[in-house]
Structure formats: structure tokens, C-alpha cells
Nanobody, 124 residues
Framework: VQLQASGGGVVQAGGSLRLSCAAS????????VAWFRQAPGNEREFVAA???????YYTDSGKGRLTISRDNAKNMVYLQMNSLRPEDTAVYYC???????????????????WGQGTQVTVSS
């Protein structure tokens, strides 16, 4: 499956963005899909994931601010980000895997497919 992330941009603190991950060459409903982010000088870190089906998982800092969802008819996964903070500034990547086990859902190296990143910049 090929993934393409989009929807990044520049937003003021407290604002919102919706990131999109478009899948091609595969049926996204068969995959666990996650969003990771990487800020300059930092390692890539987990943001949110949606299991095959609709079960979701977030970091503690993302709960209540982020919503990951999928539209299987459009072969898309979305990340709605509200109440954005300057520390959310990073390049955001979507990733997918079909054979992932639940305990690996936040482990970047366990995802086989990655899209290119989309930059999110939150100004204070």
C-alpha cells in the first residue's frame, strides 16, 4: 500500500488542523494506521492509531485534543487536531501495517508502510 499525507500548515496556538492520509494499492480497512511525528533533533514519536476496525489509541497528551478516524469508502484516514500547542510543531507521518499486534501499536519500527511527512507549525 502507498500512503500520502497532507493537510499540514501553519496555525496559531489554540487552532485546529485536520491531517489526511490517502491510501492506494491496498484496502485501508485491512490495516492498522497510525500517525507519528518528528520534530528537529528529536526521535520519531507516536501520536495516535486506529486499529483494523475502529478501536483507537492516543498518547496521554493527545487525549481530548486529537481524533483519529477512517473512511473506508474513500480509503482515507484522518487526524483531527484541536487546541494545538507550539510543542505540537513537527513533521507528521502516517504509517500502516496489516500484521501489527496491539502491543506494538505505538512502535514506529513495526510499521511496514510510510507516507511522506506533512509539516505542522504552531505559532505562539
Amino acid at each position: 500500500v502507498q500512503l500520502q499525507a497532507s493537510g499540514g500548515g501553519v496555525v496559531q496556538a489554540g487552532g485546529s488542523l485536520r491531517l489526511s492520509c490517502a491510501a492506494s494499492g491496498g484496502t485501508i480497512s485491512s490495516y492498522t494506521v497510525a500517525w507519528f511525528r518528528q520534530a528537529p533533533g528529536n526521535e520519531r514519536e507516536f501520536v495516535a492509531a486506529i486499529w483494523r476496525g475502529s478501536r483507537t489509541y492516543y498518547t496521554d497528551s493527545g487525549k481530548g485534543r486529537l481524533t483519529i478516524s477512517r473512511d473506508n469508502a474513500k480509503n482515507m484516514v484522518y487526524l483531527q487536531m484541536n487546541s494545538l500547542r507550539p510543542e505540537d510543531t513537527a513533521v507528521y507521518y502516517c504509517a500502516a501495517d496489516r500484521g501489527l499486534i496491539w502491543s506494538s501499536i505505538s512502535v514506529a519500527r513495526d510499521y511496514d508502510y510510510w507516507g511522506q511527512g506533512t509539516q505542522v507549525t504552531v505559532s505562539s
